[in-house]
């Protein structure tokens, strides 16, 4: 069955950074379509950052625009989530997904995944 495993997730001091990794496997797709998600407590699950849909381009939740970047590694067959100069408002559980190939809905959007992983928890503190 596919899986994917997040890590990295840590507690850190606002102003820190942290990559976060995902590691799928058995995926029919390519990590092209493999995007980040998080949500904190109490508040609804939101979109971080994915490919497009062509796959030659990123996008970002405006809140987090300039500080993370997505890439993969397609040799390893990894995808991270480089986040840089978090804030407390970063504090999350954050997962990785994996969309269709013939998704047409955003990047960005949840409904729009079909895999799943368990999540790794980030901690900010001021």
């Known amino acids: 069955q596919v899986q994917l495993v997040e890590s990295g997730g840590d507690s850190v001091k606002a102003g820190g950074s942290l990559r976060l990794s995902c590691a799928p496997s058995?995926?029919?797709?390519?990590?092209?379509?493999v995007g980040w998600f998080r949500q904190a407590p109490g508040k609804e699950r939101e979109g971080v950052a994915a490919?497009?849909?062509?796959?030659?381009?990123?996008d970002y939740a405006d809140s987090v625009k300039g500080r993370f970047t997505i890439s993969r590694d397609s040799a390893k067959n990894l995808v991270y989530l480089q986040m840089n100069s978090l804030i407390s408002e970063d504090t999350a559980m954050y997962y990785c997904?994996?969309?269709?190939?013939?998704?047409?809905?955003?990047?960005?959007?949840?409904?729009?995944?079909?895999?799943w992983g368990q999540g790794t928890q980030v901690t900010v503190s001021s």
């Open positions: 490919w497009s849909a062509r796959g030659d381009s990123t």
């Open positions: 997904a994996a969309r269709s190939p013939y998704a047409l809905g955003s990047v960005l959007s949840g409904s729009e995944y079909t895999y």
């Open positions: 058995r995926l029919p797709y390519a990590t092209v379509y």
